[in-house]
């Protein structure tokens, strides 16, 4: 069966730090973004891509950055972890023609906290 | 500003019947998603709607008013596994998905 898949579910890091968060989708999507969710917040885009080599930045981008070097693969990059930065961060996908309107398909979730 | 309100917190009966409202204002608008989270675990789809009126989907129905920038989703014959957080999505005019903060479902035996 097809999925979304990320890594690590759970990261404890150090402010400054660079971390890395995985994922791999195995739907053949051309369309992938990655989501941070916290409490009393909606889910806010950080950033998206429609295609190899395609990336795009959302409302919450800053200190963030992905490359899409192959189809499969979306990894969000913090460049130097800050505390604002501890969350819950969903990775999506998803088809069609417009690809805004087809349906979200996300991963588990990965759990970041920076001390 | 862009707005999706939900309430936070909602607590409901099994076997009862339940509406989420959720209301928006937003730049333009391309539809509205619904989608189900249960506690930690991804969200997953439940509905989309473009059009005003209701659509329904086995024990779930969702309904849009795109001159009141409203919507509703109907849970009907209430199971303890419905117990999650229902999120309401807008797409706005660039295409661009604003996400409600979601209302926590309780549901009590």
């Known amino acids: 069966d097809a999925e979304i898949t990320q890594s690590p579910r759970h990261k404890i890091t150090e402010t400054g730090r660079q971390v890395t968060l995985a994922c791999h989708q195995t739907w053949n999507h051309n369309n992938m973004f990655w989501y941070r969710q916290d409490l009393g917040h909606g889910l806010r885009l950080i950033h998206y891509s429609y295609g190899v080599q395609d990336t795009n930045k959302g409302e919450v981008s800053d200190g963030y950055s992905v490359s899409r070097s192959n189809t499969e693969d979306l990894p969000l990059t913090l460049e130097s972890a800050a505390s604002s930065q501890t969350s819950v961060y969903f990775c999506?996908?998803?088809?069609?023609?417009?690809?805004?309107?087809?349906?979200?398909?996300f991963g588990e979730g990965s759990r970041l906290t920076v001390l | 500003g862009q707005n999706i309100d939900q309430p936070t917190e909602m607590t409901a009966t099994e076997g009862a019947i339940v509406q989420i409202n959720c209301t928006y204002q937003t730049s333009g608008f391309n539809g509205l998603f619904w989608y189900q989270q249960h506690a930690g675990e991804a969200p997953t789809f439940l509905s989309y709607?473009?059009l005003d009126g209701l659509e329904e989907k086995g024990r779930f129905s969702s309904f849009l008013s795109r001159s009141k920038g409203y919507s509703y989703l109907l849970l009907k014959e209430l199971q303890m596994k419905d117990s999650a957080s229902y999120l309401c999505?807008?797409?706005?005019?660039?295409?661009?998905?604003?996400w409600g903060a979601g209302t926590k479902l309780i549901i009590k035996p």
């Open positions: 999505a807008v797409l706005d005019s660039n295409y661009q998905l604003i």
């Open positions: 999506a996908s998803s088809d069609g023609l417009d690809p805004n309107t087809g349906e979200l398909f």
């Open positions: 709607n473009v």
